[in-house]
């Protein structure tokens, strides 16, 4: 559920859908945010419904897979998954523009976005966060 604080730092995220169109999203989320609240806000930004799996993974210049975050962590005992969606702040991972996260939703269907921070501001005082600040181009 958004939530409004004050004098809190937001990250704006650029997530661009791998399709043939050019289909982003902007959505500006406050750093100390978990990831599961990215993902909820991801999916209410390109009107996807919740219910399948999905993961972030840290990145490179090159796009790589790097750090799993699962939405849930389906290992059991000693090799479960220290970091989660929701247990992992996105402040804790991302830090300066042009940092790199991908995003696979819907593990059968492959819906992959590339997520990219490109500004690090202070929040808007009446402005409730997440919030989709750039629509460009229709979802599937």
Known sequence: MPKKHTNVTIFKLR????????????????TTAT??????AILDAFDFEEGEMASFYMSNE??????????MDMKQGEAAAAVSMS???????????????????DFLRMGIFFIELIEIK???????YPRVSLVYGDAP
Request: proline share 5%; no cysteine; glycine share 6%.
């Open 15 to 30: 997530g661009i859908m791998d399709t043939e169109q050019d289909v982003f999203r902007d959505v500006e989320i406050e």
């Open 35 to 40: 990831f599961e609240e990215l993902h909820r």
């Open 62 to 71: 090159n796009w790589e897979k790097g750090l799993e975050i699962p939405l």
């Open 87 to 105: 247990n992992t702040a996105i402040g804790d991972m991302v830090g300066k523009p042009a940092d790199k996260v991908l995003y696979v939703y």
């Open 122 to 128: 202070k929040d808007t005082p009446s402005t409730i």
